[in-house]
């Protein structure tokens, strides 16, 4: 048995989509569904919020994830990344107000909100530059148009949410996407079972 802690959000759809390209399960999820195990010959789904795949994986309850690059990072877990899966393409940036420029760069303590303050701190640590991180959950987009942040720290995709608020992502700090992932234990009692997963993935990515 194989089990899988997969996101929720908006990268359930095309992990629903690998899976069936695979023959693993054909999973359909309405919004009236409440499911959060589906079990399907000699693999069982957990249906996780994002941010918590990794803690899943690393603590043994499920043999392989899948979950953005941007919550591996952010998250520090003992897992081990397998593959690129190609979608759910997107950058982590710092971002500001338009008329400001890159003008961050020279503020003594920068105030930076973001979703992900792991990430945040060890850029501008990197960069030596002091920070003050403020914890946002959502609409980080917020704290420099009210005034709460000089900058932010947030995912940028098609950049029409940092458009439409006045703001420009200024320095790209990672390129992201959706990565399957594995508990290291698992990889070595399980080795056969998931490389057969691993290369299932590879085919289909490789068709792509
Ligand atoms: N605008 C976007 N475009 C493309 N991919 C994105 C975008 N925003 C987030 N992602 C990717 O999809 C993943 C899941 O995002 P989603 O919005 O479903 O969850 P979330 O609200 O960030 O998670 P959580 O509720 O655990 O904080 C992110 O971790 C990231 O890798
Ligand atoms: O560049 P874009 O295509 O506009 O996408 C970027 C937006 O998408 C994500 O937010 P999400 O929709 O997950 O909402 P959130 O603010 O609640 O995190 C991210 O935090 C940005 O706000």
């Known amino acids: 048995m194989l089990t899988f802690a997969l996101s929720k959000g908006r990268l359930a759809d095309k992990i629903f989509k690998m899976l069936k390209e695979l023959n693993l399960v054909d999973i359909t999820i309405d919004e009236e569904d409440r499911r959060l195990i589906i079990e399907q010959g000699e693999f069982r ?13 690393d603590n043994g309850v499920a043999d392989l994830g899948v979950v953005g690059k941007d919550t591996i990072i952010e998250e520090h877990r003992d897992i ?85 608020n006045g703001l420009q992502d ?9 990565r399957l992932v594995a508990n290291p234990a698992s990889l070595k009692t399980k080795y056969d079972e998931i490389s057969a997963v691993v290369e299932g993935f590879r085919a289909i990515l490789k068709e792509k």
């Open 45 to 57: 789904f957990f249906l996780a919020k994002p941010s918590d795949v990794p803690t899943f994986v």
């Open 80 to 164: 081990a990344e397998l593959l690129d899966l190609g979608f759910g393409k997107c950058r982590m940036c710092v971002c500001a107000p338009k008329e400001d420029g890159d003008s961050y760069k020279n503020i003594v303590n920068l105030r930076v909100a973001t979703k992900y303050p792991n990430i945040a701190k060890a850029y501008f640590d990197s960069m030596g530059q002091n920070t003050t991180i403020i914890k946002l959950n959502g609409s980080v987009e917020l704290a420099p148009i009210t005034g709460l942040s000089d900058c932010i720290v947030d995912i940028v995709e098609s950049g029409r949410t940092l458009r439409e």
């Open 170 to 178: 200024v320095t790209t700090i990672h390129d992201l996407s959706a």
